[in-house]
């Protein structure tokens, strides 16, 4: 994670001196992520990118019964609220059931602007009701970007099942592939940084219209 993350901000400041003053400022990158849910998904991905040297924190409605989720991930990993997960994180990812996306972006979409969020929810009839129908209708990333409008949009990880990841000591073997698509092509290294480090191999599929569903 940390050689691929150097070597972007290694072409980013190529590419401000190239550009002189002209250059426009570049998002802040971090190595934080907010993981928005704490359930087989989230923990699942937050352990392998805690091993992997992202500092991560698990939010919930109820910050202090994750205990034994921060102790499982290890490496620094902690809990916090929402609002205090996303104010500390530069990357955010929801892993929570669809329906409770709404709620989420009323709450705190203004302070997700310009940071980088990672969805990896699917909307199931069955569970999420008449938000699952629309979001299907319009497209599930297309739907929640428009939710949380002015992030850095990544869909990535919906298509792979929480059990289905590797430990953090089985990645370096792991061999799956990892769909994704994005709003902003700028983003694109972040999505693959983040893909890797859970023994993914990233496959871009351009915009989130081209987002496939579980």
Not at 35 to 47: H, P, V
């Amino acid at each position: 994670m940390r050689r691929l993350v150097a070597m972007w901000l290694a072409v980013l400041c190529v590419a401000a001196s190239a550009h002189g003053a002209q250059a426009p400022a570049q998002p802040p990158i971090s190595s934080t992520i907010a993981m928005i849910g704490a359930g087989d998904m989230g923990q699942a991905l937050g352990n392998l990118w805690a091993a992997a040297g992202y500092r991560v924190i698990f939010a919930t409605r109820h910050p202090d019964s994750l205990g034994d989720v921060v102790a499982r991930a290890g490496h620094g990993a902690r809990a916090a609220s929402v609002a205090e997960a996303i104010d500390k994180a530069g990357i955010i990812v929801l892993a929570v059931p669809y329906a409770a996306e709404p709620d989420i972006a009323r709450a705190h979409a203004s302070a997700m602007k310009n940071k980088v969020l990672v969805d990896v929810d699917n909307a199931f009839e069955r569970r999420d009701g008449e938000i699952a129908i629309q979001a299907q209708a319009l497209g599930e990333a297309v739907y929640s970007a428009r939710l949380f409008e002015g992030t850095r949009f990544i869909r990535a990880f919906n298509l792979k099942s929480a059990h289905s990841f590797p430990t953090p000591d089985a990645v370096e073997s792991a061999d799956f592939e990892v769909p994704y698509t994005v709003n902003d092509e700028s983003v694109r290294p972040i999505a693959e940084a983040l893909i890797h480090d859970t023994g993914g191999t990233p496959v871009y599929e351009g915009g989130l219209e081209n987002a496939r569903e579980y």
